[in-house]
C-alpha cells in the first residue's frame, strides 16, 4: 500500500517562512506529477503548486514570488518552500502524486493526510 509522508508544517508569523517535504512509503514504482494542494476551514481544497517528473512547475497566482516547489526525483521526494507568509496561507496542506506501483500498470492519485500550517498576525 503507498503512503504519502508529510511533515514540516507548524504555526509561523506573519513574514516567516516554513518548509515542507513529502516522501511515498510502500511499492510505488514511478510517479508523475507531484504537488501540493490545501484546504482552509470552509473552503474547498486548491492547488498551490505541482512538479512533473521533468521538472516543470505550476503555481497558484496568490503564491507566486513566495512559494518554491522541488523534488528529488531518486526518492520521489517533492518540497515546498513557503516564504513570507500571510495569514490567508493557513489550511491544511496535502501531498498530491500520480503514480504506478510495482504491481500494476494503471496509474493511481495518490493523498497525504494533511498537515497543518498556521500563519498568525
Known amino acids: 500500500q503507498v503512503q504519502l509522508v508529510e511533515s514540516g508544517g507548524g504555526l509561523v508569523q506573519v513574514g516567516g517562512s516554513l518548509r515542507l517535504s513529502c516522501a511515498p512509503s510502500?511499492?510505488?514504482?514511478?510517479?508523475?506529477?507531484m504537488g501540493w494542494y490545501r484546504q482552509a476551514p470552509g473552503k474547498q481544497r486548491e492547488m498551490v503548486a505541482t512538479i512533473t517528473s521533468g521538472g516543470a512547475t505550476n503555481y497558484r497566482d496568490s503564491v507566486k514570488g513566495r512559494f518554491t516547489i522541488s523534488r528529488h526525483n531518486a526518492n520521489n521526494t517533492v518540497y515546498l518552500q513557503m516564504n513570507s507568509l500571510k495569514p490567508e496561507d493557513t489550511a491544511v496542506y496535502y501531498c498530491?502524486?500520480?503514480?504506478?506501483?510495482?504491481?500494476?500498470?494503471?496509474?493511481?492519485?495518490?493523498w497525504g493526510q494533511g498537515t497543518q500550517v498556521t500563519v498568525s498576525s
Open positions: 510502500g511499492p510505488i514504482f514511478r510517479i508523475d506529477t
Open positions: 498530491y502524486a500520480h503514480g504506478r506501483t510495482y504491481y500494476s500498470a494503471q496509474w493511481y492519485d495518490y
